[in-house]
């Protein structure tokens, strides 16, 4: 079976791609997050495979569009 290759990178280059603070990357990576970033774990490096399914698909699901809905105006529709 053929190993797909991803690009390799850590989380400095993760949150430079993302245009985020690197601190808040290695805090998706925590074991505390709800849903944390899929990464590679060796000892106490942690590496992101940039362009891999998992990884789109986790930022996938935090895209948000114009018409979601808040949880605010969610409660007021409960009522």
Known sequence: MPLIAFEVIDSEE???RWAVPE???????????????????????????W???????WIARRMMTTNRKSSRDLSKEIQ
């Open 14 to 16: 993760l949150a430079r």
């Open 23 to 49: 601190s808040w990357v290695r805090e998706q990576v925590r074991t505390r997050a709800t849903d944390p970033i899929p990464h590679l774990r060796f000892g106490k490096y942690v590496r992101f495979q």
């Open 51 to 57: 362009g891999s399914p998992v990884l789109d698909e």
